[in-house]
């Protein structure tokens, strides 16, 4: 009997072992990646922790792991995810897998234009009284003092005259939106002016009260409530295929906007939110976790369209743009 009975604990116990199944141990990069990753629904995450691991088994250096870092980016799927360096900001990978559609960017164009680090924000008065502001992508640095060029020269153009306005994202490759949103605020409107929304439907608003942008409920910077502007102001906003990531989360804030008119080209579509998470020293993760929305809650999972299409010269020529000509018929009509 007594046999009988410890035989039969052993094979409860064999079959307990046998039902339990065997749980993943999580590199901790890909942990992160399938946390927080808008598309983690459509990932194998299994296969691709299994790789990664294989891929990076051993390796220290960040010049090492680049191949398990590049293969963890395509493995999402997301156009817009890459690796920073934590030292000096620089790319370490992007991903270069499979995108739906054609990039017609010319290259050369969006490396010494496009993502010229030494542009900077300009604005100028055209005649007929139309303020002109060029936006263009923002890097790293003190966001209230970024914020406070942008807003100084929207209230230099409104003591000039300035009643009309041009808002040129054409070249804006995209980087910190804080201080674009900030210092355009008494352009954008009063309110919830656009958000994000992440794959559990959670929405992260962006609103301006009183000329003070805030993210999520955090006041980016303080910022006095100048220039006035009416609602009713005329704003031709121009995009171009250039116009990427912060740049169109900053055309989507027009979006819905009274007396406003978007011409140009339809955007590179790159307009989801980055998370931002620390890895180590070396390391900065930025996948998507959202999708853009307006302030009608219009999602934006593509590109950002304009209302009246015409085709991008890759000139800087103010006095010979296209663009802006049309721009000035609109604005004067």
Known sequence: MKNIIQTLLVFLFLSSCQGQKKEITFHPLVLKAKETSLYADRVNWKEVNSKFIELTKGKEKTEDLKEGLQYLINSLGDKHGHFRSAKDNSIIVSYNGKIDGTDNRDSEFLNLVINDIDAKFSYQLLENRIGYLRIVGIGPGDVKEQSDFIRQGLINLKLKGADKWIVDLRFNGGGNMEP????????????????????????????????????????????????????????????????????????????????????????????TGNGYDKINDNLILLISQDVFIDRNKNRYDGKVGVDEYIEFQHNTNINSDNQISKAKERLNR
């Open 180 to 271: 674009m949103i900030s210092g355009l605020a008494p352009l954008i409107g009063v309110g919830f002016i656009a958000g994000a929304i992440n794959k559990d439907n959670e929405i992260r608003e962006y609103t301006i009260e009183n000329g003070q942008f805030s993210n999520y409920e955090r006041l980016v910077c303080e910022m006095n409530n100048l220039p006035k502007i009416a609602s009713d102001e005329k704003v031709a906003v121009l995009l171009s295929r250039y116009t990427a990531s912060s740049g169109e989360l900053v055309a989507v804030a027009f979006k819905g906007r009274e007396n406003t008119i978007f011409i140009g080209e339809e955007t590179a579509g790159y307009t």
